[in-house]
Structure formats: structure tokens, C-alpha cells
């Protein structure tokens, strides 16, 4: 089970940190990652760091801006989102699957309930 947390209303240039808690399983087997979507859009890859936290791998929109760090002591992954524009506005959606890293959301098995971020101008 997932649950994330740390959404809310910042205003352009600003930072938020998302958390996201896991529990009922063995934290470090899992690849973390965020995923969002923006009203009327599918969802997209935002970030992911591997098993052990020593890769991570970014969306082209985000890179330079965004930080996914995990700490598998306290089974939570979080994403430090600084710079913030409007167009980061969106539904956030942390995710975990067994092994390998992937970009793609069909491959990832379980699923917070997500979180809202609203980046105004």
C-alpha cells in the first residue's frame, strides 16, 4: 500500500516535497517512481530511482528541477519539486514495481491515491 502526501497550492518558482509511504511489503525489492496527470491529459512519467537509490532517471520536463530520493529505513520516497511552473499542475502519483526501473506506468504494479499540486501564475 502507498500513500502519498505533500500537495498543495505554491505559486510559480516555488517548492513543494512529496512523500509517499509504503507499507505491507519488503521496501527495498521495489523500484519507486512519481507519476502525474494534468486535467484532460494521460499520464506521464515524472521520475524514478532504483532499489538500492543509487540511479534515478527524470522526464525531460522536469530534469534540473526535480529531486527523487528514497529512504528505504523509513520505506518512503519523496520528490523535492523546485522551480514549480503552471504547467507542472497536476495530479501526482507515486508508484512501485519488483526489479527494474521503467519509464512506462503499465509496468509499475501498485499505486498511491495521489496527490494534487496546483502551480499558479
Known amino acids: 500500500q502507498l500513500q502519498a502526501s505533500g500537495g498543495g497550492l505554491v505559486q510559480a518558482g516555488g517548492s513543494l516535497r512529496l512523500s509517499c509511504v509504503a507499507s505491507g511489503g519488503s521496501f527495498s525489492d521495489y523500484v519507486m517512481g512519481w507519476f502525474r496527470q494534468a486535467p484532460g491529459k494521460e499520464r506521464e512519467f515524472v521520475a524514478t530511482?532504483?532499489?538500492?537509490?543509487?540511479?534515478?532517471y527524470y522526464a525531460d520536463s522536469v530534469k534540473g528541477r526535480f529531486t527523487i530520493s528514497r529512504d528505504n529505513a523509513k520505506s518512503t520516497v519523496f520528490l523535492q519539486m523546485n522551480s514549480l511552473k503552471p504547467e507542472d499542475t497536476a495530479l501526482y502519483y507515486c508508484?512501485?514495481?519488483?526489479?527494474?526501473?521503467?519509464?512506462?506506468?503499465?509496468?509499475?504494479?501498485?499505486w498511491g491515491q495521489g496527490t494534487l499540486v496546483t502551480v499558479s501564475s
Open positions: 530511482r532504483t532499489r538500492s537509490g543509487g540511479s534515478a
Open positions: 508508484a512501485a514495481r519488483r526489479i527494474a526501473y521503467s519509464q512506462r506506468s503499465y509496468d509499475y504494479d501498485y
